[in-house]
């Protein structure tokens, strides 16, 4: 499949160079499926600003008005894929492409999300593309300098997962378990839909009873809080709290981490580290 694949590009490159000329160019290209008309007002100077704003954590937020940031952004969008559906995965961004005159349009987009004919960049009149890593490498990543711990994405669902691996046993398994991180404002902008999909998967492998807080904490008997204290690209600290409701208790334990060239070690006690 993928030579045929590779034979039907090259194939596409010989006549889109033979025919010559951009118009024609183009239009060959938009009846292939290799580009899409529907972002074509960002090339007229109509466009004023784009807003990019975090869907978890209100403080990260980017305004563009660099016009070669802008035309970036046509480029990558401009090539991505219109497809029927879009994924039911929540959206980590919201777009907000300001044209003059007061007219926005606004997508919603899930960062790392590639599924064949899902999109992860879509609107709520039915537009949906499927929209290359690209955009998260090229533009978010560009714009934003915080520095987040080393492999972050990895290392926060990990600390979770270890600590029902040490002191799940603590825990009554007959109870609703519920584990929140919507909480966790001081890494709020980090948590991605496609990262926590996959954290549900291996926290339903740990402890079949125990699921993800989405906004229904009242829903369950105990309660895994995480609350981030601080972190450095080498370091992170934060506190779990177990709140069990039925009998009114609660429990701390205290999660240092350190990184070094073998990686994360991950140390959760109930006793305060001296270093915390």
């Avoid at 039911?88 to 590639?114: A, M, R, S, T, W």
């Avoid at 978010?140 to 669902?157: C, G, M, Q, V």
Wanted: hydrophobic content about 30%.
């Amino acid at each position: 499949m993928k030579v045929k694949k590779f034979s039907y590009i090259v194939v596409l490159m010989l006549i889109i160079t033979l025919l010559g000329g951009c118009s024609k160019i183009d239009k060959l290209k938009v009846k292939t499926g290799l580009k899409n008309n529907d972002f074509e007002y960002m090339t007229q100077n109509k466009v004023e600003k784009i807003v990019i704003q975090s869907t978890r954590d209100e403080r990260f937020k980017f305004i563009v008005t660099d016009k070669g940031t802008v035309k970036d952004l046509y480029k990558i969008l401009s090539s991505a894929k219109r497809v029927p559906n879009k994924t039911e995965l929540d959206p980590d961004y919201i777009f907000e492409i300001h044209e003059n005159g007061d007219k926005v349009y606004k997508f919603n987009y899930v960062v790392g999300f590639q599924e064949k004919s899902i999109g992860n960049f879509y609107n709520d009149n039915g537009d949906s593309y499927q929209v290359s890593k690209r955009i998260d490498n090229d533009i978010i990543k560009n714009l934003s300098t915080l520095r987040k711990p080393r492999k972050f994405e990895e290392l926060y669902y990990d600390i979770l997962l270890k600590f029902i691996d040490d002191y799940g046993k603590e825990i009554d398994s007959s109870q609703k378990v519920g584990v929140n991180i919507d909480d966790d404002v001081e890494v709020a902008k980090y948590i991605l839909s496609i990262d926590l999909q996959y954290f549900k998967e291996r926290l339903n492998d740990k402890m079949p009873n125990a699921k993800v807080i989405e906004k229904n904490k009242e829903e369950f008997d105990t309660v895994i809080n995480i609350r981030t204290y601080g972190y450095k690209t080498k370091v992170y600290k934060s506190i779990i709290t177990v709140n069990d409701k039925k009998n009114n208790s609660e429990t701390k334990y205290y999660v240092v981490c350190n990184n070094d060239d073998r990686g994360w070690s991950i140390n959760i006690t109930k006793e305060k580290p001296d270093n915390f």
